[in-house]
C-alpha cells in the first residue's frame, strides 16, 4: 500500500493548457487512476486530492502541455518499494531501445563504505596526541624499495590511479603529470597510451630534453599495460617509472576498458590504432596470459626490458581479494593496486558499476591478511582505490592495512567536475572527459594542476591530522586499533573492533 | 679483425642472466643461441641485432621486439612475438597458443602449425603461417596482414575491424564481421612479395581474402543513458 501523502503534485498553470482555455484540456483529470485531479464549477482543474498521489506519474506522462510536476516528498524507495521512478524509467527506456545503460562515474547507491567506520583519538590510556602544528609527521612510501634499483620515493601515500587518454583529455592527463611532479607523488598513464609530454612532465620537466626543471620536487609516472595493449611499445614500457599491469577495475571487474566511438578523435584514434569513431573495447582477459604462471612470466619480462630498474605493480577489480591477491603478490610485483566496487570509470554498462565487486572496505582486510601469510605486509605495497573522496577515506584505508590510496574520481571533480555522470558522451562542459578541442580550450593544464595540487595539499594535512590526534607520527604507524566499527555488519565485514563491544567479532581471531 | 665470438649456451641461466650476456655479445654478426627453451620472454624489447636460437624456445620470444631479426631452429612456445611493433620473427617448427598477439609492426613467419587465438589484435603486422592455425585467429583484427598457407578452425577473423586476411586452406567458419572478397591482382602481388621475402612455397592465385564488413561492429549496438 503506497504511503498516503508522500508525493508533491504541482500543475504548472503557464503551460497548463486548461489553465489558459478551461474546458478545453482535462486529460489529468481522465487518465489519475485515483482522483488526485478534478474539474471545478468553472471547468478548471484542481489538484483537490493530492494525498491520494502513489506517484506513477500517468499525468505526467499524458499532459499535453508538459505541465505536470510530481516530486517525492520522501524516498522513492519507501513509498514505492521496488518500482521507483527510476526503475519504471529503466525499464521504458529498455523497452523502447533495446540497449542497456551506460555510464561514466562510480556506485551510485548505498554500499557499505567508510563512513561506518570512526577515527579512534588518543586521551590517556594510549600515547598521548601529536601536535598537528607544531611537530612532524612522517608521510613518506617507498615502492619497490630493497627490490629494484629504482623505486619510486612518494613524498605522501597517495597516487592518481589509471585514466586512460581517450577517457581523460590531454589536457586533464597534464594536468594530472604536473600535480604529481608538484607533489611528489605518481601519476598513471592508464591504458590509451603515453601522452606526449606526461613522462617529463610528471618528473617536473618543461621540456623533452629534461633541462628545465619547473616543478619540484618531481613525481612519477607509471605506465600502465593493459588488456587492450593501445599504443604499448618497448618504448613506452620504458618511458615512465614504473610499469603497471591491469587486471581489473572497480567499475567494471571481469570487463575490459570501454571508450565509445564518440571519443575516438583523429588523434585518439592514431595512438589506439583503430579507426577513428569506432568503439575501442579493451579484451577483459589477456591474449597474452591465461594462467597465474603466464602472469608471473609477464611480470618477469617487463621486467627484464625494464632492465630491472624500476617497480611493477599489478592492479586488481573487487572479486576475491585474498586469492587475488595472493595470486598477484607471488607473480613477483613490488605493489598492488586493489580497486573496490566503489571506484570510478570513464564508460562502464550501469549494472555492472552499480551491483559487482566487493565494495572497497570488505577489500582491505582480506588483501592485508593475504600479504601477511606470505610475509611481505609493507614489503609488497598496497595501494587501495575505489570511492575515496578525501584525508578521511584515506586515513581509514591507511589504518587498515593499506600503504597508499588513490584519488581518481575525486581528482577529476578536484579538476572541476560536478560528477554528472556522462564521462563517456565525451562532452564534459568542464574539458576534462571530452576529446572536443573547444570544451577542452576550458582546461588549462597548469591551472588545472594547481586546483589538483591544492585538494591534494589538503588532503595531506587531513591524514596528518588523523595521524597525530591518534598518537602517532608516521602514517606507517597507523593501525586497526585506530579505528572502530560502528555497526555490526562493518565490524562483521572489516574486522574492525565494535565500538561500544571495543573487541572484533568472534569470527575474526582476537 | 677476428669476428667475436658469436655462439651463446644459455643452459644454466636465468633469464636476467641470459639477457644481460645476449646484450653483451650482441655485435655486428648473427648471435646463436642454444639451450634455450626453459627461458620465457628471452630476446624481448630488442631494438637490433641477429639471433639464431637453435633448437626451441619458450614462451613469449621476442616479446616488444622493436628491431631485432630473430630465428629459430626448432618449435617456440606461447606468445612469440607478442606486442611486437618492427623487425622479425621467424619459426622453423612450430607455435602454441598465441602466436604474434597485440603487434603493430614488423613480420613474424611461423613455418609450421600455429595455436589457437594467433595473430589477435593485429594493429598492423604482417603475420604468416605455412602450416595450419587454430581457432579465433585474428580475432578483433586492426590492421594488417594475416596469411594462413593451410587451414583455420572456427571464428576465423571474428571481429575484424580492418586489414585483411589471406587464407590457402579451408576455415571451419568465418567469424562476426567478416566478408569473404575477390583476390585481386594487387593482393596477388602483394602475397607473392611475401612469399619471395620471406622464402613460402605457395601458389598465390588460389588465396582467399577476409576483409571486415564494417569497421564499426559494435557501433549502435549500445547507446548512452537518456538519449
Ligand atoms: C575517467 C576514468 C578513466 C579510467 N581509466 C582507467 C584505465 O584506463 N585503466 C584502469 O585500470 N583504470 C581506469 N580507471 C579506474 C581508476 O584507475 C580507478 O581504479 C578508480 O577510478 C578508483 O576509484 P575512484 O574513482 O573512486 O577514486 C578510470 C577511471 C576513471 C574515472
Same mark, same amino acid.
Given at each position: ?14 503551460? %497548463? ?10 486529460? %489529468?483529470?481522465?487518465? %489519475?487512476?485515483?482522483?488526485? *485531479? ?61 540497449? *542497456? ?10 554500499? /557499505?563504505?567508510?563512513?561506518? #567506520? ?5 586521551? #590517556? ?79 617536473? *620537466? ?79 582477459? *589477456? ?125 577529476? #571533480? ?13 562532452? %564534459? ?45 608516521? #602514517? ?29 567479532? /568472534?569470527?575474526?581471531?582476537? | ?154 571464428? !576465423? ?37 611475401? !612469399? ?32
Amino acid at each position: 500500500m503506497a504511503v498516503v501523502g508522500a508525493f508533491c503534485v504541482s500543475v504548472m498553470k503557464n503551460a %497548463c493548457i486548461n489553465a489558459q482555455y478551461p474546458g478545453k484540456c482535462a486529460t %489529468c483529470v481522465e487518465v %489519475c487512476p485515483y482522483q488526485v *485531479y478534478a474539474l471545478d464549477g468553472d471547468g478548471q482543474v484542481s489538484v483537490q486530492n493530492f494525498n491520494a498521489c502513489v506517484g506513477c506519474r500517468i499525468c505526467a506522462e499524458f499532459c499535453p502541455g508538459n505541465a505536470i510536476r510530481i516530486n517525492s516528498a520522501e524516498p522513492e524507495y519507501i513509498t514505492r518499494a521496488l518500482w521507483t521512478f527510476p526503475t519504471v524509467e529503466e525499464i521504458h527506456h529498455k523497452a523502447l531501445t533495446g540497449q *542497456y545503460l551506460l555510464r561514466g562515474f562510480g556506485t551510485m547507491g548505498p554500499l /557499505p563504505h567508510f563512513d561506518s #567506520i570512526v577515527v579512534v583519538p588518543s586521551q #590517556i590510556s594510549s600515547p598521548a596526541p601529536r601536535d598537528k602544528y607544531r611537530e612532524e609527521c612522517k608521510t613518506d612510501v617507498v615502492i619497490g624499495e630493497g627490490r629494484c634499483d629504482k623505486p619510486l620515493h612518494l613524498k605522501l601515500p597517495i597516487v592518481f590511479p589509471a585514466m586512460s587518454f581517450g577517457a581523460l583529455s590531454r589536457e586533464a592527463k597534464l594536468a594530472l603529470a604536473i600535480c604529481a611532479a608538484q607533489m611528489g607523488i605518481a601519476t598513471n598513464t592508464g591504458e590509451g597510451g603515453l601522452v606526449p609530454g606526461e613522462n617529463y612532465m610528471a618528473n617536473g *620537466y618543461a621540456d623533452a630534453e629534461r633541462t628545465d626543471k619547473k616543478w619540484e620536487p618531481g613525481g612519477y609516472l607509471v605506465m600502465q599495460w593493459s588488456t587492450g595493449r593501445w599504443g604499448v611499445s618497448v618504448d613506452y614500457v620504458r618511458a615512465g617509472d614504473a610499469v603497471e599491469v591491469k587486471i581489473g577495475q572497480g567499475a567494471k571487474p571481469g570487463m575490459g576498458g570501454h571508450l565509445l566511438g564518440k571519443k575516438v578523435t583523429e588523434e585518439i584514434a592514431a595512438v589506439r590504432g583503430v579507426p577513428p569513431g569506432s568503439d575501442a573495447l579493451s579484451p577483459c582477459r *589477456y591474449y597474452d596470459a591465461q594462467t597465474a604462471d603466464d602472469m608471473k612470466r609477464m611480470v618477469a619480462f617487463l621486467r627484464d626490458v625494464t632492465d630491472y630498474q624500476v617497480p611493477i605493480l599489478m592492479k586488481l577489480g573487487p572479486s576475491r581479494p585474498y586469492a587475488d591477491v595472493k595470486a598477484c603478490a607471488e607473480a613477483g610485483v613490488d605493489a598492488i593496486s586493489i580497486d573496490g566496487a566503489a571506484g570510478g570509470t570513464g564508460a562502464s554498462p550501469d549494472i555492472v558499476t552499480q551491483g559487482v565487486g566487493i565494495p572497497t572496505i570488505a577489500c582491505i582486510p582480506p588483501a592485508v591478511r593475504a600479504l601477511k601469510d606470505l610475509g611481505l605486509h609493507r614489503k609488497v605495497k598496497l595501494i587501495a582505490l575505489g570511492g575515496l573522496r578525501g584525508g578521511l577515506d584515506a586515513f581509514k584505508a591507511l589504518a587498515m592495512g593499506a600503504d597508499a590510496v588513490g584519488f581518481a574520481s575525486a581528482a577529476e #571533480i578536484a579538476l572541476g567536475c560536478r560528477a554528472c555522470m556522462a564521462c563517456h558522451k565525451g562532452e %564534459c562542459v568542464y574539458g576534462i572527459t571530452s576529446q572536443n578541442p573547444r570544451l577542452r580550450a576550458r582546461l588549462d593544464p597548469e591551472e588545472g594542476a594547481t586546483r589538483l595540487r591544492n585538494f591534494i595539499h589538503a588532503t595531506a594535512e587531513e591524514i596528518k591530522i588523523l595521524t597525530m590526534l591518534s598518537g602517532h607520527t608516521s #602514517i606507517h604507524d597507523l593501525s586497526e586499533e585506530d579505528l572502530r566499527a560502528l555497526d555490526l555488519n562493518t565490524a562483521a565485514i572489516t574486522g574492525l573492533k565494535l565500538i561500544g563491544y571495543e573487541k572484533r567479532l /568472534p569470527w575474526w581471531d582476537n | 679483425m677476428l669476428a667475436v665470438a658469436t655462439a651463446l649456451d644459455v643452459k644454466d641461466m636465468d633469464l636476467r642472466a641470459a639477457s644481460a650476456a645476449i646484450k653483451e655479445s650482441t655485435g655486428s654478426e648473427t648471435l646463436e643461441i642454444r639451450n634455450a627453451a626453459h627461458l620465457h620472454g628471452l630476446c624481448a624489447g630488442l631494438k637490433t641485432g641477429e639471433y639464431d636460437i637453435i633448437g626451441d624456445a619458450g614462451d613469449y620470444l621476442g616479446v616488444l621486439n622493436d628491431g631485432a631479426t630473430i630465428r629459430v631452429t626448432g618449435n617456440v612456445g606461447q606468445y612469440v612475438g607478442d606486442n611486437m611493433t618492427r623487425g622479425l620473427i621467424v619459426v622453423e617448427g612450430s607455435a602454441a597458443y598465441g602466436a604474434g598477439v597485440y603487434p603493430y609492426g614488423g613480420a613474424l613467419v611461423i613455418r609450421g602449425n600455429a595455436g589457437d587465438f594467433t595473430a589477435t589484435m593485429n594493429k598492423g603486422a604482417t603475420i604468416i603461417v605455412c602450416g595450419d592455425v587454430g581457432d579465433e585467429i585474428a580475432t578483433y583484427h586492426l590492421a594488417g596482414d594475416v596469411v594462413v598457407v593451410g587451414n583455420a578452425g572456427v571464428n !576465423f577473423g571474428n571481429y575484424m575491424i580492418r586489414g585483411a586476411l589471406y587464407i590457402g586452406g579451408e576455415f571451419k567458419s568465418q567469424g562476426h564481421n567478416t566478408r569473404i572478397e575477390e583476390i585481386t591482382i594487387e593482393d596477388v602481388q602483394k602475397l607473392r612479395r611475401y !612469399f619471395e621475402q620471406f622464402d613460402v612455397q605457395a601458389d598465390a592465385t588460389r588465396f582467399r581474402k577476409l576483409i571486415a564488413e564494417t569497421a564499426k561492429p559494435f557501433y549502435g549496438k549500445i547507446v548512452k543513458r537518456h538519449e
